[in-house]
T-cell receptor, first 111, second 114 residues
Framework: AQSVTQPDIHITVSEGASLELRCNYSYGATPYLFWYVQSPGQGLQLLLKYFSGDTLVQGIKGFEAEFKRSQSSFNLRKPSVHWSDAAEYFCAVGSYDKVIFGPGTSLSVIP | DSGVTQTPKHLITATGQRVTLRCSPRSGDLSVYWYQQSLDQGLQFLIHYYNGEERAKGNILERFSAQQFPDLHSELNLSSLELGDSALYFC?????????????FGPGTRLTVL
């Protein structure tokens, strides 16, 4: 069965520092991988997605993610965090006809 | 604004009651997904409808049911409510039915069961 783990429940970074959020998945075939962001009081918004091809994927708001098949990982990165990036981040894996979300990582940004 | 609307925004009710949550997908989208988000369970997939037909089921309780109407809006019915049903309920829509499709989320309905 497919599953998604996000090892870090909560991360705090200083504004301007780099960020990496970890995601590991379990799926038998080549997965569809997503990162979504949820700002306080709002629904989820897609940051980026990977289906095939280049393993480094660019998304909105300056985020990128790298697919590493050998490690079953799809980590999200940003070189310089802004205070407005404080939110909940969800990694997700899509199979044939549904998407399973990870537990989320809460990001706090210190000014 | 994702284009997905959900009503009501907030709902407060008592245990044992029944409520209906409504979702209107983005214009042109044929799929509607329902999710439950709570502090202890995270974001749980409940059910997926595509063009009026049930497509996939997740961790949906028997007390819960959903349907998608010919105009593609969807309703999630929750009955015999328990305190543990208090959560944020999201719907999302997508153009197709595959797991590769981007889902667009509504703002959610916050359900409080007292």
């Amino acid at each position: 069965a497919q599953s998604v783990t996000q090892p870090d429940i909560h991360i705090t970074v200083s504004e301007g520092a780099s960020l990496e959020l970890r995601c590991n998945y379990s799926y038998g075939a080549t997965p569809y991988l997503f990162w979504y962001v949820q700002s306080p009081g709002q629904g989820l918004q897609l940051l980026l997605k990977y289906f095939s091809g280049d393993t480094l994927v660019q998304g909105i708001k300056g985020f990128e993610a790298e697919f590493k098949r050998s490690q079953s990982s799809f980590n999200l990165r940003k070189p310089s965090v802004h205070w407005s990036d404080a939110a909940e981040y969800f990694c997700a894996v899509g199979s044939y006809d549904k998407v399973i979300f990870g537990p989320g990582t809460s990001l706090s940004v210190i000014p | 604004d994702s284009g997905v609307t959900q009503t009501p925004k907030h709902l407060i009710t008592a245990t044992g009651q029944r409520v209906t949550l409504r979702c209107s997908p983005r214009s042109g989208d044929l799929s509607v997904y329902w999710y439950q988000q709570s502090l202890d369970q995270g974001l749980q997939f409940l059910i997926h409808y595509y063009n009026g037909e049930e497509r996939a089921k997740g961790n949906i309780l028997e007390r819960f049911s959903a349907q998608q109407f010919p105009d593609l809006h969807s309703e999630l019915n929750l009955s015999s409510l328990e305190l543990g049903d208090s959560a944020l309920y999201f719907c999302a829509s997508s153009g197709g039915w595959r797991g590769s499709d981007t889902q667009y989320f509504g703002p959610g309905t916050r359900l409080t069961v007292l």
